[in-house]
């Protein structure tokens, strides 16, 4: 079973406005990434949170993690039509190398 | 550095066919893993390897050997396919004392399996 619940499953903006994505996850963690995808290709990694940290930002990316409720969102500032993409929440343990990764939440920015 | 390469980009299978799709990656990362990626599933991890010689299932291993006789390679062998293993296969490497486990994906292997 994946360790990630991610929400809303698909989301549609206008470009320029905000963007957030919420995953959920089940047991405990030693750090939390996100990941993009972009249409028919391999994944990127965009931010990591470890677990003893609550917030932290890059860029237009900003990433909360609360581990007493085992969930983290992501929001993407002034959106833009290149940030059409899946978003993929992926949870480290201390075995290291084993990310479990969530089901994703496909972005569309509309121009 | 190529980063993380996969062979081939495509193919086709017939069911009960062998085959075994490629990874290599140039940056010397201890950890390598195989992922398959299903509509609507998002990842699952197939196999894992900490190291040269050692490697582990991941949550889907049924159907798939691998080994890693190098830190630069980690093939994935599909022993007699069958049409559930219909994917997009993702190879992926880090080195987690270096960059905490940031993972580094390949571009895929998009299987059919007739």
């Known amino acids: 079973s994946q360790q990630g619940e991610e929400d809303p499953q698909a989301l549609s903006i206008q470009e320029g406005e905000n963007a957030t994505m919420n995953c959920s996850y089940k047991?405990?963690?030693?750090?939390l990434q996100w990941y993009r995808q972009n249409s028919g290709r391999g994944l990127v990694h965009l931010i990591l949170i470890r677990s003893n940290e609550r917030e932290k930002h890059s860029g237009r990316l900003r990433v909360t993690l609360d581990t007493s409720k085992k969930s983290s969102s992501l929001l993407i500032t002034a959106s833009r039509a290149a940030d059409t993409a899946s978003y993929f929440c992926?949870?480290?343990?201390?075995?290291?190398?084993?990310?479990?990764f969530g089901q994703g939440t496909e972005l569309s920015v509309k121009p | 550095n190529a980063g993380v390469t996969q062979t081939p980009k495509f193919q086709v299978l017939k069911t009960g066919q062998s085959m075994t799709l490629q990874c290599a990656q140039d940056m010397n990362h201890e950890y390598m893993s195989w992922y398959r990626q299903d509509p609507g599933m998002g990842l699952r991890l197939i196999h894992y390897?900490?190291?040269?010689?050692?490697?582990d299932q991941g949550e889907v291993p049924n159907g798939y050997n691998v080994s890693r006789s190098t830190t630069e390679d980690f093939p994935l062998r599909l022993l007699s396919a069958a049409p559930s293993q219909t994917s997009v296969y993702f190879c992926?490497?880090?080195?987690?004392?270096?960059?905490?486990?940031?993972?580094?994906f390949g571009p895929g292997t998009r299987l059919t399996v007739l």
């Open positions: 992926a949870t480290g343990g201390n075995q290291g190398g084993k990310l479990i």
């Open positions: 390897s900490v190291g040269a010689g050692i490697t």
């Open positions: 047991t405990s963690i030693n750090n």
């Open positions: 992926a490497s880090s080195a987690p004392r270096q960059r905490n486990n940031e993972q580094f």
